[in-house]
């Protein structure tokens, strides 16, 4: 049962640490979603990935948040410093680019700063 | 403007009834995609349903169908015969295809499923 894996899936920081959160696509997904939910905004669009090159990145905030695909099999996305208006949970969803475009989601990385 | 609305923050069904949850959305893109996830307490978005603006007939998967109209932009879910594992936040959400492959997502419906 191929999934979305991420880790990790709780995360407590303190403000101006740095946070690195990872997210493995489903095996021969070649669109990688990076999404934010919070109460206020719900669910966001922070990057996304077509075969590892970064598409679209506007929703997200460039001086702090950057986001990579190091490898087909890794995506990372990184928050430095880290302040509280951060704490959401962080979605990672992939696809195979197919006319169908269904996204896979996984579990998500629930961060807290403090 | 909002492309997604939910309009209904919360909605109460009993067991073994059906149940709508209402969409709206706004796109001048002639081709778009619709979609509805689940997300249930424990956090993940679990994919429902799916409709594309060209198909000829309302989507269905088992006790989910989607209520697609068109003309009024609308992409109602429909669970028949609900059961107490359907409480959980709702999300329609929409791709439009003139553009990149990511997802516009409404605020969500809370429905809760009673005995």
């Known amino acids: 049962d191929a999934r979305v894996t991420q880790t990790p899936r709780d995360k407590v920081t303190e403000m101006g640490q740095e946070v690195t959160m990872r997210c493995q696509p489903i095996?021969?997904?070649?669109?990688v979603f990076w999404y934010r939910q919070t109460m206020m905004q719900g669910l966001e669009l922070l990057a996304y990935?077509?075969?590892?090159?970064?598409?679209?990145d506007s929703g997200m905030p460039k001086d702090r948040f950057s986001a990579e695909m190091p490898d087909a099999t890794l995506a990372t996305l990184k928050i430095q410093p880290s302040e509280p208006r951060d704490s959401a949970v962080y979605f990672c969803?992939?696809?195979?680019?197919?006319?169908?475009?269904?996204?896979?989601f996984g579990p998500g990385t629930r961060l807290t700063v403090l | 403007a909002q492309k997604i609305t939910q309009t209904q923050p919360g909605m109460f069904v009993q067991e073994k009834e059906a149940v709508t949850l209402d969409c709206t959305y706004d796109?001048?893109?002639?081709?778009?995609?619709l979609f509805w996830y689940k997300q249930p307490s424990s956090g993940e978005m679990i994919f429902l349903i799916y409709?594309?603006?060209?198909?000829?007939q309302n989507a269905t998967e088992g006790r989910y169908s989607l209520n697609f109209q068109k003309a009024r932009k609308s992409a109602n879910l429909v669970i028949s015969a609900s059961q107490l594992g359907d409480s959980a936040m709702y999300f329609c959400?929409?791709?439009?295809?003139?553009?990149?492959?990511?997802?516009?997502f409404g605020k969500g419906t809370m429905l809760l499923v009673s005995p």
């Open positions: 969803a992939s696809g195979s680019g197919s006319s169908y475009n269904e996204q896979f």
């Open positions: 095996l021969g997904h070649n669109t």
């Open positions: 990935f077509r075969n590892r090159a970064p598409l679209d």
């Open positions: 796109t001048s893109d002639p081709s778009y995609g």
């Open positions: 409709q594309g603006s060209y198909d000829q």
């Open positions: 959400a929409m791709r439009e295809n003139s553009g990149y492959s990511t997802l516009t």
